[in-house]
Nanobody, 121 residues
Framework: QVELVESGGRLVQAGASLRLSCAVS????????MGWFRQAPGKEREFVSV????????AYADSVKGRFAISRDNTKNTMYLQMDDLKLEDTAVYYC??????????????WGQGTQVTVSS
């Protein structure tokens, strides 16, 4: 059973940087697309970023383009999300996902439990 575990979320001030990690156990993700979604209180879960299996193709939500960078290390079964210039509206629970298709919809097979990112002014 594949398990995804996010880490790195915490309280930061606006303008700060954070790096989230997603560690995969119970299987390999080298052939899977992986992504990040987030959900703020009272809002629906929304797409943040996705990376294909080889790491050569990436996509970002317009709201994070230019500030966030997704990457992966298949040798470590780990995916990352570097978040720079954080804004108040980035506050949310961030979820790691994995699945066979490079998509921006929340239709992935596997999901982590989420890590809280809180940005304060």
């Amino acid at each position: 059973q594949v398990e995804l575990v996010e880490s790195g979320g915490r309280l930061v001030q606006a303008g700060a940087s954070l790096r989230l990690s997603c560690a995969v156990s119970g299987g390999t993700i080298s052939s899977s697309a992986m992504g990040w979604f987030r959900q703020a209180p009272g809002k629906e879960r929304e797409f943040v970023s996705v990376i294909n299996a080889s790491g050569g193709d990436r996509a970002y939500a317009d709201s994070v383009k230019g500030r966030f960078a997704i990457s992966r290390d298949n040798t470590k079964n780990t995916m990352y999300l570097q978040m720079d210039d954080l804004k108040l509206e980035d506050t949310a629970v961030y979820y790691c996902t994995a699945g066979p298709s490079f998509v921006t919809t929340p239709t992935y097979d596997y999901w982590g439990q989420g890590t809280q990112v809180t940005v304060s002014s």
